[in-house]
């Protein structure tokens, strides 16, 4: 992210250091694609099901830490699909699985515990934490550093 930092200032965007890396890839990035949710993962658990190829799932969890929206199942399922990563505006939980799996995974926190099955979120809207706001379809870009979100697909220069 710094090398796309000083190569695109004008496009970018940087999201408030608050998350961290709990994902076997350390650096991802791709379009994307929106769930808003508040301590139920149904939507999350969805999306994973999906082709997920250059994509990345941005999760507006609210910021709750009383709640894991990503576990080592759904992960998994995602990783298979080909989703790049996601980033989660709340906590995972299974972090010593979701290590090994090929997943880009940022997040708040860990949290033991799953989260209520009601069917209840928005997909594809635009979300706003940290600072930025997500819309589906624009960009986002992720590794040790940090978080960016670009309007568009940027090249490493």
Known sequence: TPDLCDAYPELVQVVE???SNF???DSFGGQIVT????EDNSLVKSQAD???TGKVLVVDGGGSLRRALLGDMIAEKAAKNGWEGMVIYGCVRDVDVLAETDL???ALASHPMKTD???IGDLDVAVTFGGVTFQPGHFV???NNGIIVSPQALEMP
């Not at 769930?35 to 508040?38: A, D, E, R």
């Open 50 to 52: 999906q082709p997920g």
């Open 23 to 25: 994902g076997g890839r």
């Open 104 to 106: 880009g995974v940022q």
């Open 35 to 38: 769930v808003k949710c508040h």
């Open 141 to 143: 870009y992720a590794d």
């Open 117 to 119: 099955k009601r069917g």
């Open 17 to 19: 250091p608050m998350f």
